[in-house]
């Protein structure tokens, strides 16, 4: 199996280059990262993220043969050759396929990914009825790998101003919610000129959200609530 | 009133609603009843109705333009000056196509 890897140390080399590899995958490598673990074997540089290694926890985000996935659910069977692996597109560098998280969790934040509820606590829990709890299937699934928001050119030219389709879908997930009571203030805060409306709908986070899920019509939800809430 | 976030996305939408069915309004009158000569083409097109939706037309496509063109500025022009030019310019441009419009309606009423 032939790959190209974008290769790059910062305390070491001048720029980034690819570099070739070729290996053959034992009959259990059915997964990418399982041949990219195989091959950190023959080099020890080389360099990946990567953690629950079954498409839980979102760390061994990649661009894959130039779409963005992860290398824990992606059958080698399906991969054409040369395999070209490359980190997320537009997110700053740490090592060869590593990146910088940090301006992808900023936005994250800004949306207060977390509960505003000022009533008075219950003894128990707050109850969602089945239909209410319903409206949160195809958004609390995110596993903020970043694939989606990589892949956006809405983010890559506005990467600090606009949210991007991550944060976006979990903006969504707690304006539907309905123990949240902050849904008025959630809304307002996307409605300027850059946190939402530079979504053009390209939809390529849909297009490649290894969850299936589709961030693009949880913004167009959310412009929704924006029309419904200023009538 | 600031036109931006929403209430541009709306301007956005609802003149493109607009757009497509006056082009389909003029598209099927001309497939069922085309004009024989540019006498009677100009006679309809200065009837009052159609010179209001013509009107009405070219103003949804100037707000259309300046939201789309302006959207496409912000995305790629970050320098704050070079923006405001840009925009400017821009502004100016579909103001003179708007003032172009109104003289060719107001031409073809009188």
Known sequence: ?231 | MVVTGLRAWLVQRASAVYLLCYIVFVLVHILLDPPTSYRAWREWASHPGVGIASAVFFAALLAHMWVGLRDVIIDYVHPIAVRATVLALLALGLTGIGAWVLRILWLSIG
């Open chain 1, 1 to 231: 199996m032939k790959l190209s890897i974008f290769r790059y140390n910062p305390e070491r080399d001048k720029k980034p280059y690819m570099q070739d590899y070729e290996i053959e995958p034992e009959a259990t490598d059915r997964m990418l990262l399982d041949v990219i673990l195989r091959l950190k074997v023959q080099d020890d540089s080389l360099t990946i993220r990567k953690s629950c290694r079954e498409g839980v926890c979102g760390s061994d985000a990649i661009n894959i043969n130039g779409r963005n996935g992860l290398a824990c659910v992606t059958p080698v069977r399906t991969l054409k050759e040369p395999v070209v692996l490359r980190p997320l597109p537009s997110f700053p560098v740490i090592r060869d396929l590593v990146v910088d998280m940090t301006r992808f969790f900023k936005q994250y934040h800004s949306i207060k990914p977390y509960l505003i509820n000022d009533e008075p606590v219950p003894e128990k829990e707050r109850l969602q009825s089945p239909a209410e709890r319903e409206m949160l299937d195809g958004l609390y699934e995110c596993i903020l790998c970043a694939c989606c928001t990589s892949q956006c050119p809405s983010s890559w030219w506005n990467p600090d101003k606009f949210v991007g389709p991550a944060g976006l879908l979990q903006a969504e997930r707690f304006i539907v919610d309905s123990r949240d009571r902050a849904t008025q203030e959630r809304v307002d805060d996307l409605n300027d000129a850059y946190r939402l409306f530079r979504c053009r709908s390209i939809m390529n986070c849909t297009e490649v959200c290894p969850k299936a899920l589709a961030p693009s019509r949880a913004i167009e939800m959310i412009r929704l609530a924006m029309v419904k809430s200023s009538l």
